[in-house]
């Protein structure tokens, strides 16, 4: 939860778990739980950016467990009013340029 303590540690934690061995229907909901709960539009922007930059790291470690429909919800948030918020959404849609 976006309110908890440490959370940016444990969004740390989370993404440094994820290695190229790691099946990517294992990763699947984890990326899913952080779109759902940091990556919305009744959250902060710099929730939001959290969310989303986290979203990158683990798909950098595992590019496969991201479905196309989220990454295509989640691109939406370069057209977000917020700084941060937008250049977490180019950073993960440069990602997923350089890896396909």
């Known amino acids: 939860q976006p309110h908890q303590t440490k ?3 444990i ?3 989370a993404a440094m778990a994820v290695h190229p061995l790691v ?3 294992a990763v699947e909901p984890l990326i899913r ?3 759902n709960h940091f990556v919305n539009d009744g ?3 710099e929730v939001i ?5 986290t979203v990158r790291e683990i ?4 590019p496969h467990a991201m479905e196309a ?3 295509q919800d989640l691109v939406q948030y370069k057209k977000h009013k917020d700084k941060g918020v937008v250049m977490a959404a180019r950073g993960l849609l440069a990602l997923f340029r350089d890896v396909d």
Not at 49 to 53: E, F, P, S
Not at 59 to 62: A, G, V
């Open 49 to 53: 950016a959290i969310g989303l930059n």
């Open 23 to 25: 099946p990517p229907d």
């Open 7 to 9: 959370v940016t540690n």
């Open 33 to 35: 739980t952080l779109a």
């Open 11 to 13: 969004l740390a934690y």
């Open 59 to 62: 798909c950098m470690r595992q």
């Open 69 to 71: 429909d989220l990454l």
């Open 43 to 45: 959250r902060q922007e």
